[in-house]
């Protein structure tokens, strides 16, 4: 507490010493109340985030280029169905994660958006453990050395298998819409030749 009365946060060092006989301790106080604060606030700005980022089915990942070290958030280990400690966390570990059919598409396009330093953007799907298909799109940016190295890649993972499924389903639907109307198209032809056979 200050004179006053008011409370602060403080950080507290202390360190034994001895000087000759006598023994000492010898301490450091600081006032740590804005920092405490920055922390809070920093706390609280990352489960806003958490919490957004469940809510849009929306993870983000960030990959160190030249360590080959991969960091995903809460939500994309949610959204892959892996748990941290089951992670290598490398680049090699997410393409494994990948279905085997999507490996080397994205594989590709992420090798192209380093290659040609453009943005990488692409849907594929994801095989879980369980058998289940998921379909998430995602998109990342890289950073560049002076060289034109790539050193770090940041980016996006959104769950879009509900949207996906929809979407398959429509077209499934307008197919066989389709293949109806042919039929249709066919038996008309038929009925107006008949009839124009029975004119005749």
């Not at 920055?38 to 360590?67: T, V, Y």
């Not at 085997?100 to 040609?116: A, F, G, H």
């Not at 990488?120 to 379909?135: A, F, P, Q, S, T």
């Not at 050395?145 to 398959?168: F, H, M, Q, W, Y």
């Amino acid at each position: 507490k200050r004179k006053d009365g008011s409370e602060f946060m403080t950080e507290i060092i202390a360190k034994k010493i001895k000087i000759g006989k006598e023994k000492f301790v010898l301490g450091v106080v600081r006032d740590i109340t804005e920092i405490s604060k920055i922390q809070n606030a920093l706390i609280d700005s990352e489960a806003r985030l958490k919490e957004a980022q469940q809510i849009a089915n929306l993870g983000h990942w960030e990959l160190d280029i030249i360590n080959n070290k991969l960091f995903w958030s809460d939500e994309v280990y949610r959204i892959f169905e892996i748990e941290p400690t089951d992670f290598k966390s490398t680049f090699e570990a997410f393409l494994s994660a990948i279905h085997p059919e999507d490996r080397e598409i994205v594989n590709e396009t992420y090798t192209n958006s380093l290659k040609n330093k453009v943005a990488y953007d692409i849907v594929h799907r994801l095989k879980l453990k369980n058998g289940e298909i998921k379909y998430v799109n995602e998109k990342c940016k890289t950073t560049f050395d002076n060289a034109g190295k790539p050193i770090r890649s940041v980016g996006t993972v959104l769950d879009i298998t509900k949207l996906k499924i929809a979407e398959l389903k429509l077209e499934k639907q307008i197919k066989e819409y389709e293949i109806l109307n042919q039929e249709y198209i066919s038996q008309n032809k038929l009925l107006i030749q008949a009839k124009e056979k029975a004119e005749d």
